[in-house]
């Protein structure tokens, strides 16, 4: 057997176990603040099913593994040509990765920065939305690519890379999901994770795979 369909099948069985021993002690990435923790007692399902209590931190990890899953999917199917051209941009070499991963960060700063100070007037409060949901969907949309180019990547070095790019989506995102579960060392992965693929997605312009440029209206003035 090829040694790259072993080491998938390794990265596959190293990934779950990782997922059930943080299952098992419930590890967190972190702690987030009092105004963002939400009780599982207070879930109203709580209440007509005590047993989910139980299993809560099992079911959370397959209900985010299985949104983000279904996100991904339905994001490779509306805009495949766009999906394609960020994945390419991980095809590239550590320098230029390491850049892109900058460049998201700062990306992000940026608009948490201009966020802040949208949100301290009346008039300028819906930026922060928007804002925010740009955010978040550029992440999200990275994070799909980023998970479709490793999966890609890795099956087709293990000589299954006729298998549908589904295949790959899934596996990309076990890997991802199951990295950034660990404590400590899962929060600077996420944001590495979360940084490169939003620099993906910034530099290849959402996936036009055009540059980023205003000649287009110094040629409609010369006109």
Known sequence: MNRWKWVVILLTVLSLA???????????????????????QD????????????????????SILFSLYVIGVLTLFAAPRAVR??????????????????FGFL?????????????????????????????????????VTLALAIGRGLMRRAGWGHLSPLYALLLGELIIFSLCRIPWAGSVLFAIFSSLGLGAVIASRFGSGESWSLNILTEEEKK
């Open 18 to 40: 990782i997922l059930s021993v943080a299952s098992l002690l419930g590890w967190q990435r972190w702690t987030p603040p009092p105004v963002l923790q939400t009780e599982w």
């Open 43 to 62: 879930l109203p399902f709580h209440t007509i099913f005590p047993v989910l209590d139980r299993y809560r931190t099992p079911i959370s990890y397959i």
């Open 85 to 102: 051209r960020v994945a390419d941009k991980f095809m590239d070499t550590p320098g230029r990765l390491a850049r892109l991963a900058l």
């Open 107 to 143: 990306f992000t700063v940026l608009v948490l920065a201009v966020s802040i100070s949208s949100a301290l007037a009346l008039g300028t409060f819906p930026l922060t939305i928007l804002l925010f949901a740009m955010l978040f969907s550029g992440g999200i949309f990275g994070i």
